[in-house]
Nanobody
Framework: QVQLVESGGGLVQTGGSLRLSCVASGGAFSSYFIGWFRQVPGKEREFVAVIRWRFWLTDYADSVKDRFTILRDNAKNTVYLHMNSLKPEDTAVYYC???????????????WGQGTQVTVSS
């Protein structure tokens, strides 16, 4: 069973930056895809970015492309989401998730972290 723990959320002004971390443990997560999703109260969870653990294959939602970067550090079992040029509409709870298959659909991800709040003030 894969366990995921996120950290790094907080309050930032418009145009600012944050780095989220997702530490993975347990299971054979080295063969997994690790994704970031976000959710605003009353709305469905939204795909943000995904990376394949073993290879530098990434994908991003159009809304964050060119502003967010997903990276991994195999030695630390950690996936990062670097968020730049933040906007108020980026405010959400951000979740880290793991999937054994490629894709960006929430239903494809079997394991989830507890989430970390990101708030961007205008």
């Amino acid at each position: 069973q894969v366990q995921l723990v996120e950290s790094g959320g907080g309050l930032v002004q418009t145009g600012g930056s944050l780095r989220l971390s997702c530490v993975a443990s347990g299971g054979a997560f080295s063969s997994y895809f690790i994704g970031w999703f976000r959710q605003v109260p009353g709305k469905e969870r939204e795909f943000v970015a995904v990376i394949r653990w073993r290879f530098w294959l990434t994908d991003y939602a159009d809304s964050v492309k060119d502003r967010f970067t997903i990276l991994r550090d195999n030695a630390k079992n950690t996936v990062y989401l670097h968020m730049n040029s933040l906007k108020p509409e980026d405010t959400a709870v951000y979740y880290c998730a793991a999937s054994p298959q490629a894709g960006t659909k929430e239903s494809q991800f079997s394991y989830w972290g507890q989430g970390t709040q990101v708030t961007v003030s205008s």
